[in-house]
T-cell receptor, first 113, second 114 residues
Framework: QKEVEQDPGPLSVPEGAIVSLNCTYSNSAFQYFMWYRQYSRKGPELLMYTYSSGNKEDGRFTAQVDKSSKYISLFIRDSQPSDSATYLC?????????????FGKGTKLSVKP | NAGVTQTPKFRVLKTGQSMTLLCAQDMNHEYMYWYRQDPGMGLRLIHY???????AKGEVPDGYNVSRLKKQNFLLGLESAAPSQTSVYFC?????????????FGDGTRLSIL
């Protein structure tokens, strides 16, 4: 079993839809959880960062962490064509001095006008 | 503010050739990383550095060497390129290596080995 599982999609939605992206993980030592957005032919850019269980909201984006289920989600409200990208979840062990992020494989999202 | 800059952006090599990929960051970050990204495999850590003059192996280090002679630069070398090293290479940096210091990425180097 991979440490981090993420459905690669592709996921296609109409403009204005609510998008739900998810990752599951197996290692209960993960404490920090991130979502990166990667546009075509660009590097990943940090979108959301959370620590511990619960929700974090930033504009149209909400990151949710459920440690008891080892499940994290990213919700995008009122999706826009500019949200079309690949979304990567990433997580790191608590107190990991080596900074080794573990990435999911990414979900490719397409928002149609 | 340039952030993380990678050079070159594209390169085609023949099997057995050598080359060096350069990563430069202007954020005074201590930690730097080299990843490769392959279809269906996601991002995998090759090598990383926790400060000037240090390097360490990541998940897939074989066939690569790195050097961090200056804090702002992290070099990735391929001594004898193989077709299996065809990939997109990303450099990243972070202020520290613990969980609350996110990594910032460059835009990648697309490398093809024929």
């Amino acid at each position: 079993q991979k440490e981090v599982e993420q459905d690669p999609g592709p996921l296609s939605v109409p403009e204005g839809a609510i998008v739900s992206l998810n990752c599951t993980y197996s290692n209960s030592a993960f404490q920090y959880f991130m979502w990166y957005r990667q546009y075509s032919r660009k590097g990943p850019e940090l979108l959301m960062y959370t620590y511990s269980s619960g929700n974090k909201e930033d504009g149209r984006f909400t990151a949710q962490v459920d440690k008891s289920s080892k499940y994290i989600s990213l919700f995008i409200r009122d999706s826009q064509p500019s949200d079309s990208a690949t979304y990567l979840c990433a997580m790191i062990h608590y107190g990991g001095s080596q900074g080794n992020l573990i990435f999911g494989k990414g979900t490719k999202l397409s928002v149609k006008p | 503010n340039a952030g993380v800059t990678q050079t070159p952006k594209f390169r085609v090599l023949k099997t057995g050739q050598s080359m060096t990929l350069l990563c430069a960051q202007d954020m005074n970050h201590e930690y730097m990383y080299w990843y490769r990204q392959d279809p269906g495999m996601g991002l995998r850590l090759i090598h990383y550095s926790v400060g000037e003059g240090t390097t360490a192996k990541g998940e897939v280090p074989d066939g690569y060497n790195v050097s961090r002679l200056k804090k702002q630069n992290f070099l990735l070398g391929l001594e004898s390129a193989a077709p299996s090293q065809t990939s997109v290479y990303f450099c990243a940096s972070s202020r520290q290596g613990n969980g609350n210091q996110p990594q910032h990425f460059g835009d990648g180097t697309r490398l093809s080995i024929l």
